[in-house]
């Protein structure tokens, strides 16, 4: 069983209100001494939070195609024949 992971994007604040710096943390959503580090870097003041855009159901599903065809459960068609056959 996969561990539940969040992720957020920490960025520095700085001149302009540029980001200077992008940081991606991804941890076990179950330990509490991870998000207490967490809320200890937020509670410094350095770093603000942006959450990541929710994917749509199209990049999920393209994401689910890309693992399958990685972990070899896709189909290998060498002619427009072939590819007819297999989606039938």
Do not use: W
Request: aromatic residues 6%.
């Amino acid at each position: 069983m996969p561990l539940e992971t969040k992720q957020h994007l920490l960025y520095t604040n700085q001149k302009e209100d540029r980001t200077m710096a992008t940081i991606t943390l991804t941890y076990d959503a179950r330990s509490s001494v991870a998000q207490k580090a967490l809320d200890f870097l937020l509670s410094l003041g350095l770093f603000k939070t942006s959450t990541t855009p929710a994917m749509s159901a199209a990049e999920k599903k393209t994401r689910k195609v890309i693992k399958e065809i990685q972990s070899g459960k896709g189909v290998v068609c060498h002619t427009f024949e072939e590819y007819l056959k297999a989606v039938q």
